[in-house]
């Protein structure tokens, strides 16, 4: 799941300098779990974007903005009040605010921050697990990933820092390579931590991303 955070409203409205008529857009998938960008959060933006003297001309909750094809069809559908707006204010992830940017030449801006690639913990709570850097090492790393639970990315920790199985960074939170450690023992594959893991290929990092899979 993509995590977003709202920007703050005085941001938003800075960003809707000049504009006057506003097409709001939402998403059923990640920000509304994100509770950024659902149904709810269309609705009080709504009133305050109207408080505050602007017109919004409509809305749309999209399935998964994520998905250009759908995006488009969806816009297209509404294209009488997108028509009569003069911005597309969108409640989505990055990815998502490039879909609407694609299938409309109107102004877009983006009411929400992308945060990162988020496990659930349980509802309203979630933990960075993942950074997609593009080479994964979890299979050597007993499943808990260095790159983005150890602070300093370390591929062979931990470091001189580590006190009690503690991250020199903060000491509420248990290192990283502790956690390895521990989990690989318990595995009977402590001899993993023998080999040093190689310097991070970054040329394997998709950046700009244009992975294509074909079925
Ligand atoms: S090693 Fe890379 S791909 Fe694997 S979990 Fe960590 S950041 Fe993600
Ligand atoms: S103490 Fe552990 S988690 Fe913290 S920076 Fe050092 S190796 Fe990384």
């Known amino acids: ?10 941001d938003i409205l800075a ?3 000049g504009c006057s008529s506003i097409f709001l857009v939402g998403c059923a998938k990640c920000a509304t779990v994100c509770k950024s960008g659902g149904e709810e959060e269309i609705w009080q933006m709504q009133e305050q974007l109207t408080a505050s003297g602007k017109e919004v001309t409509g809305s749309i909750i999209i399935d998964e903005v994520c998905h250009m094809l759908r995006t488009g069809r969806d816009l297209r ?6 028509g009569e707006a003069d911005t597309l204010l969108v409640l989505a992830c990055g990815a998502g605010v490039q879909s609407v940017s694609s299938a ?3 102004r877009t801006v983006a ?17 960075q697990r993942c950074s997609l850097c593009g ?35 903060d000491r509420e939170a248990e290192c990283a390579w502790n956690q390895i450690y521990q989990r690989l023992q318990s595995q009977g594959m402590v001899e ?12 394997k990092k998709l950046k700009p991303g244009k992975l294509k899979i074909e079925k």
């Open 1 to 10: 799941m993509i995590i977003t955070r709202q920007k703050p409203f005085v």
């Open 15 to 17: 960003a809707l300098e």
């Open 77 to 82: 559908g509404r294209k009488e009040m997108v």
């Open 104 to 106: 409309s030449e109107k």
């Open 111 to 127: 009411g929400l921050d992308t945060l990162f690639l988020g496990n659930i913990r349980r509802l309203g709570q979630f933990e």
């Open 135 to 169: 080479e994964c090492l979890l299979t050597e790393t007993a499943g808990i990933c260095p790159v983005t639970v150890c602070p300093k990315g370390l591929l062979n920790g931990p470091c001189g820092g580590m006190q009690e199985g503690l991250c020199e960074t």
């Open 192 to 203: 993993n931590l023998r080999k040093t893991v190689a310097l991070k290929d970054f040329s």
